[in-house]
């Protein structure tokens, strides 16, 4: 049966191949150290679930909630803003409770894209970006760039060369998967770019709260005026170890707020009642959880980035982010990072991300992410160090072994 049209819009799901090799060699006894999904495995702060198991015993919260979320949660996000960034917001007109940053991304394509749009998109990204556009009749043009002086020009021939005028631009910062970041200067630059070419702005804010060398990465929305034109997404699951909570946020331009708030009325009845209480009592905390998970996440990085090293893999410390970007080792970077993290799987017991599917420009990346202990990082680095020790002098004659299945 010939598939729908959407469904053939997306190409196969690069991350399924990994998982399915991952799944058959734990199948068969393989104790495979999961450095791929950037799945936190850190336990949701006790404070935010005893608010959780008290609310939920209320009968009333049982009943359908609100799609854009309570205003209790909505008013708690706004001050966050207030505090973190200085930024001023109207929790009744300027933020909306998503289930996830990933489904607010999906559903503001949906609110704002019509057939044959075209969208601004860093390529490699996290898939999200491109495909919620894609998925909702868009057209996406990818720029190979970093948060730098080669920024704008790349967004002026984007531009230049699209057919229609592009109708956004998505920014990524601290970036997944690439872990870079942007500065304030940087977003002054692009706010005033998109106010001048008439362009919205969507920011994904959700890795905001996870960095290490000192300087908090800033919001777009910091720069005066980006309120104009810029919508940004934030994220519960890394900051609070909230993953599974499906809790996120969507704030800035009323206008675009309005359009994803009505899309998702129609969608959704939001989060339980109980979860977005417990969101809320995160989010008026003192910032303490905030600051043991950023101090778990810096302790991995650093022990990553050292006993990988020791191992013969040298990858650059991410300044953000629960990811490190890696570049191929050069003997096995011919063969493209999904062939190279199959081998990893099969030959290191270690699995991590492969580039390309973050675009065709990661290609020669795979991404790790923090989700292990630190003991088992550094069993990591030893099984890698055994796999580079007897297979880097050959690398042309290491074949994954489903190739012989």
């Given at each position: 049966?010939?598939?729908f049209h959407k469904v053939r819009r997306l190409p196969p799901y690069v991350f399924e191949q990994v998982n399915r090799l991952k799944a058959s060699a734990r199948s068969h006894g393989a104790d495979i150290i999961d450095l791929g999904m950037g799945n936190p495995d850190l336990p949701t702060p006790k404070a935010i679930v005893d608010k959780l198991c008290e609310v939920v015993r209320d009968p009333r919260t049982h009943r359908y909630s609100s799609s854009r979320g309570i205003p209790g949660l909505r008013r708690a996000q706004a001050n966050y803003y207030q505090r973190r960034f200085g930024v001023k917001l109207n929790p009744d007109t300027q933020v909306v409770a998503t289930l996830?940053?990933?489904?607010?991304?999906a559903n503001m394509a949906q609110a704002i894209t019509a057939p044959g749009d075209v969208i601004l998109c860093p390529n490699p990204t996290y898939p999200i970006h491109a495909f919620g556009f894609i998925m909702s009749g868009g057209v996406i043009r990818s720029l190979q760039v970093e948060p730098d002086d080669g920024f704008i020009p790349a967004v002026e021939r984007g531009i230049r060369h699209s057919i229609p005028k592009p109708l956004a631009l998505i920014l990524n910062y601290p970036s997944n998967p690439t872990a870079l970041?942007?500065?304030l200067d940087f977003y002054k630059d692009v706010v005033a770019f998109a106010k001048k070419n008439d362009i919205i702005i969507l920011s994904d804010l959700a890795y905001s709260e996870i960095y290490f060398d000192?300087?908090?990465p800033p919001s777009v929305l910091q720069v005066p005026g980006a309120m104009d034109v810029c919508v940004e997404f934030t994220s519960m699951s890394k900051t609070f170890s909230m993953p599974g909570w499906r809790m996120g946020f969507a704030v800035g331009n009323e206008r675009l707020i309005s359009a994803l708030t009505r899309v998702k009325s129609y969608l959704d009845y939001g989060a339980f009642t109980p979860i977005q209480v417990a969101a809320a009592h995160a989010l008026n905390g003192d910032g303490a959880d905030i600051e043991e998970v950023r101090?778990?996440?810096h302790k991995r990085r650093d022990v990553m980035v050292d006993s990988f090293g020791r191992a013969g893999w040298t990858i650059p410390a991410p300044a953000a982010s629960m990811f490190a970007w890696a570049p191929i080792p050069e003997p096995f970077r011919h063969l493209g990072s999904l062939e190279f993290s199959k081998l990893l799987i099969e030959h290191a017991d270690v699995a991590v991300a492969p580039g390309v599917g973050f675009g065709e420009h990661g290609d020669d990346y795979v991404?790790?992410?923090l989700v292990e202990n630190e003991h088992r990082i550094r069993q990591a680095a030893r099984n890698i160090?055994?796999?580079?020790?007897?297979?880097?002098?050959q690398p042309n004659n290491v074949v994954p072994l489903a190739a012989h299945r």
């Open positions: 049966m010939e598939e996830g940053s990933k489904e607010g991304f970041v942007a500065s000192g300087n908090p101090d778990v996440y991404r790790v992410a160090k055994k796999f580079l020790a007897t297979t880097a002098k």
